[in-house]
């Protein structure tokens, strides 16, 4: 990147002019360029701390692309807890004699091991049944590409079987959202 470069000429518009070429070059995501930008920085003090430069180039100055690649968290346990009581206190409040579609939701969130972004997609189109008989949800990809895929069972498959009973036409058996999945 900056090998014919001797360390002192090194400023902050070579550095953000490499990166942005690499970038573009290489297809970068922004996290992979922020690493870039974090390692050439540290080598940046490095050398200001062994006085082979007067002065970082970088210190303060570079920006960071947002990083707009990031994972989604899991549902946190307090999160989990908060909602299922007010799904209860709303099915309570409307009278409801069984599980209503937000409790489902509440209770099927934890069971796949999904993260938050991926469950809230995922939809009645990605469920299906296999040759055996099984239940399957297949949605989105993983980071290496590869579908992921959970085998319904127990409690999960029950709620995923009443809210599918319940889809109008294959579409989600939320009332009047049309996000969620119908659990």
Known sequence: MLENVAIPEIDLAMVERHLMRWKAKRDWKPATYNNALGQLS????????????????????AERMGNLGERERYF???????????????????HHARPTWLHDIIIAAPYTGLRRGVFCKAGVQDVRHDENGELWLRVA??????????????????IVERRLSEAVGGGPAVPRTGRPWGL
């Open 76 to 94: 946190q346990p307090h999160e989990l807890a908060a909602m299922e009581k007010t799904a209860l206190a709303v099915a309570r409040w409307k």
């Open 42 to 61: 540290g080598f940046l003090s490095f050398c200001y701390k062994r006085d082979w430069i007067s002065k970082h180039p970088l210190q303060r100055r």
């Open 141 to 158: 990809r993983d980071k290496n590409g590869r579908p992921i895929e959970r085998r319904l069972m127990g409690e999960l498959r029950t």
